[in-house]
């Protein structure tokens, strides 16, 4: 429920702060008083657009929080709410500032949200039911979803779904298929040229990195077999290299371990030392024998390297992009040459969902018509007793072309006068009856909705005394269930209230100023009594309105 609303320069509001009752919360107050004020301003800290034009001073922040108290364990557990509420406190506090520049600060549980994230969660808290809200029941598309809230479909709609993405999916590759027929021929010349010259090397880096280094021996043979030719000079065999130097450091070494026996183990590394000597001019001679210069051999290297910057430079810039151009180039080839058969495969499939498909919206359908008899007695018991005596409602399911909700169009439609034939509710409906018809509809959805929060603003239209007995009747039933909070300017609906608040326009310090206060008893019905008899209550209203508090709450 929403236990409480601050709102500070807002519309005509400086500073309130209302309280609100589980069950029925009425507001009332004369026209221009501002009750519509209070809904605005809830509906701006769920998400609406705000302006400039919205500030009671310019020149200030508009301030709006809401607290809710979350009891709905649907509500608690769903992934929208988790990371706000605790285990211990279901309390949901939303805070939004908007500041004179355009710019606004929005938190949740102390949490910084988006626009985006407060709307869905709002979406979620509060169900708005304002005049225009009305316009929901000509929408056709509506229809479908407020008869679908009725049905447990187990796992069909999912299924029906999951089927249905992947029937989307391949009509959209057959359409691919025939736009491209028209360029194939085309097409399949560029990719061809384009694979074959990607084909021209492996497209891997460590082949590249191999043929690098080919390339920089091949271009440096010279120097190579210079460097090579002077370390050999250094350690050959005559007496001014390596080799004859070691030999003759034999000589004092072994005159060294006879004098003193401890250095033994430096014979050792002189032996060592003589050895790796021998190994290096080995692999020298060696590798003086592997170079050499082929001038074939180089101009093959070169321009396969000069393939492969030319390939990075196309379809790069590393060889992993060009491997992956290759790819979805060589698919595609594949798809264009393969045209036909690839067309007749892809409609086979797409029958074969189409089957599926329909199998599974045969059993949504029949579910659906199901609901629409259940639902048919349930409207037509309701808007009998808010005084449409005659009415007849009827919701037809009718067969369409395959959808994503199925193979049905859910049309509402009504009779509300004897000898009348049923009509589309869009062709029919008056704004009072729009009304009366949203009320039975939210009775009959009660069990199912999980919004735990409804609002009606002046859902009275075009209703008279009697009716608006029932009416409140109603919308006590309704307010059981979840909390209701109503704009009213009946005081027979307002008799019905758990708690009754009172929206006043006053002049401070010079400029018109919006305020709310809650109603005692006896406020209650001195309100009431002015709602029936004007802005001076009489004795005979006075007594009218105890007795209809009494009968409301009888």
Same mark, same amino acid.
């Given at each position: 429920?929403?236990?409480?609303?601050?709102?500070?320069?807002?519309?005509?509001?400086?500073?309130?702060?209302?309280?609100?009752?589980?069950?029925?919360?009425?507001?009332?107050?004369?026209?221009?008083?501002?009750?519509?004020?209070?809904?605005?301003?809830?509906?701006?800290?769920?998400?609406?657009?705000?302006?400039?034009?919205?500030?009671?001073?310019?020149?200030?922040?508009?301030?709006?929080?809401?607290?809710?108290?979350?009891?709905?364990?649907?509500?608690?557990?769903?992934?929208?709410?988790?990371?706000?509420?605790?285990?211990?406190?279901?309390?949901?506090?939303?805070?939004?500032?908007?500041?004179?520049?355009?710019?606004?600060?929005?938190?949740?549980?102390?949490?910084?949200?988006?626009?985006?994230?407060?709307?869905?969660?709002?979406?979620?808290?509060?169900?708005?039911?304002?005049?225009?809200?009305?316009?929901?029941?000509?929408?056709?598309?509506?229809?479908?979803?407020?008869?679908?809230?009725?049905?447990?479909?187990?796992?069909?709609?999912?299924?029906?779904?999951?089927?249905?993405?992947?029937?989307?999916?391949?009509?959209?590759?057959?359409?691919?298929?025939?736009?491209?027929?028209?360029?194939?021929?085309?097409?399949?010349?560029?990719?061809?040229?384009?694979?074959?010259?990607?084909?021209?090397?492996?497209?891997?880096?460590?082949?590249?990195?191999?043929?690098?280094?080919?390339?920089?021996?091949?271009?440096?043979?010279?120097?190579?077999?210079?460097?090579?030719?002077?370390?050999?000079?250094?350690?050959?065999?005559?007496?001014?290299?390596?080799?004859?130097?070691?030999?003759?450091?034999?000589?004092?070494?072994?005159?060294?371990?006879?004098?003193?026996?401890?250095?033994?183990?430096?014979?050792?590394?002189?032996?060592?030392?003589?050895?790796?000597?021998?190994?290096?001019?080995?692999?020298?001679?060696?590798?003086?024998?592997?170079?050499?210069?082929?001038?074939?051999?180089?101009?093959?290297?070169?321009?396969?390297?000069?393939?492969?910057?030319?390939?990075?430079?196309?379809?790069?810039?590393?060889?992993?992009?060009?491997?992956?151009?290759?790819?979805?180039?060589?698919?595609?080839?594949?798809?264009? #040459?393969?045209?036909?058969? &690839?067309? %007749? @495969?892809?409609?086979?499939? $797409?029958?074969?969902? *189409?089957?599926?498909?329909?199998? !599974?919206?045969?059993?949504? #359908?029949?579910?659906?018509? &199901?609901? %629409? @008899?259940?639902?048919?007695? $349930?409207?037509?018991? *309701?808007?009998?007793?808010?005084? !449409?005596?005659?009415?007849?409602?009827?919701?037809?399911?009718?067969?369409?072309?395959?959808?994503?909700?199925?193979?049905?169009?859910?049309?509402?439609?009504?009779?509300?006068?004897?000898?009348?034939?049923?009509?589309?509710?869009?062709?029919?409906?008056?704004?009072?009856?729009?009304?009366?018809?949203?009320?039975?509809?939210?009775?009959?959805?009660?069990?199912?909705?999980?919004?735990?929060?409804?609002?009606?603003?002046?859902?009275?239209?075009?209703?008279?005394?009697?009716?608006?007995?029932?009416?409140?009747?109603?919308?006590?039933?309704?307010?059981?269930?979840?909390?209701?909070?109503?704009?009213?300017?009946?005081?027979?609906?307002?008799?019905?209230?758990?708690?009754?608040?009172?929206?006043?326009?006053?002049?401070?310090?010079?400029?018109?100023?919006?305020?709310?206060?809650?109603?005692?008893?006896?406020?209650?019905?001195?309100?009431?009594?002015?709602?029936?008899?004007?802005?001076?209550?009489?004795?005979?209203?006075?007594?009218?309105?105890?007795?209809?508090?009494?009968?409301?709450?009888?």
């Amino acid at each position: 429920m929403l236990s409480q609303l601050s709102i500070q320069n807002f519309g005509l509001i400086d500073q309130v702060t209302v309280e609100f009752h589980e069950h029925l919360n009425v507001l009332t107050g004369e026209t221009g008083a501002g009750k519509s004020i209070i809904i605005d301003a809830l509906r701006a800290a769920l998400g609406d657009r705000m302006s400039n034009a919205q500030l009671r001073d310019p020149q200030k922040s508009c301030h709006i929080e809401a607290n809710f108290n979350l009891t709905n364990q649907e509500l608690k557990n769903s992934a929208l709410f988790k990371d706000f509420l605790s285990e211990e406190d279901p309390a949901l506090i939303i805070q939004r500032t908007y500041q004179p520049d355009g710019r606004h600060k929005i938190k949740i549980n102390g949490f910084s949200v988006t626009l985006g994230q407060l709307k869905e969660i709002g979406n979620h808290l509060i169900d708005f039911h304002g005049p225009h809200d009305h316009q929901m029941l000509l929408s056709q598309a509506a229809h479908m979803e407020i008869l679908d809230r009725l049905i447990d479909f187990g796992s069909l709609v999912t299924d029906y779904q999951a089927l249905y993405a992947q029937y989307i999916q391949l009509q959209k590759k057959s359409a691919e298929l025939q736009a491209l027929s028209h360029s194939r021929e085309r097409e399949l010349d560029l990719l061809s040229h384009q694979i074959k010259e990607l084909e021209q090397v492996p497209l891997n880096d460590q082949h590249c990195e191999e043929l690098l280094q080919q390339q920089t021996r091949v271009n440096n043979t010279e120097r190579l077999a210079g460097c090579v030719a002077q370390l050999m000079d250094l350690l050959k065999e005559d007496g001014n290299g390596t080799t004859e130097k070691i030999r003759q450091a034999f000589s004092p070494m072994s005159t060294l371990n006879h004098i003193d026996g401890q250095t033994a183990p430096l014979m050792e590394y002189l032996t060592q030392l003589q050895e790796t000597n021998g190994q290096l001019l080995a692999a020298l001679n060696d590798y003086s024998d592997q170079i050499s210069f082929e001038p074939q051999e180089a101009q093959a290297i070169n321009e396969r390297v000069d393939i492969f910057e030319d390939i990075k430079r196309k379809y790069g810039p590393t060889l992993a992009r060009a491997k992956k151009f290759y790819d979805t180039a060589k698919e595609r080839f594949d798809l264009l #040459s393969n045209l036909e058969h &690839n067309d %007749a @495969q892809l409609r086979s499939e $797409i029958q074969n969902l *189409e089957k599926k498909l329909k199998q !599974i919206a045969a059993k949504i #359908s029949g579910k659906r018509k &199901n609901a %629409a @008899q259940a639902l048919q007695k $349930i409207i037509e018991k *309701e808007l009998s007793e808010l005084g !449409i005596a005659h009415v007849k409602f009827e919701g037809r399911v009718e067969p369409s072309d395959i959808h994503d909700h199925g193979q049905d169009r859910v049309t509402f439609y009504l009779s509300p006068n004897l000898g009348v034939e049923l009509k589309p509710l869009s062709e029919i409906v008056s704004t009072g009856e729009a009304a009366r018809v949203m009320l039975a509809l939210k009775k009959a959805l009660i069990k199912v909705d999980p919004i735990p929060v409804l609002i009606f603003d002046e859902i009275d239209a075009q209703i008279g005394g009697r009716l608006g007995t029932i009416t409140g009747q109603k919308l006590r039933e309704i307010s059981r269930g979840r909390q209701v909070i109503l704009i009213t300017h009946l005081p027979q609906i307002a008799s019905f209230a758990d708690a009754h608040f009172k929206v006043i326009k006053a002049v401070q310090t010079g400029r018109a100023c919006t305020t709310i206060e809650e109603l005692g008893k006896e406020e209650r019905v001195k309100e009431l009594a002015q709602m029936m008899s004007g802005k001076t209550e009489t004795k005979i209203s006075i007594q009218h309105a105890r007795d209809m508090l009494v009968n409301a709450n009888a």
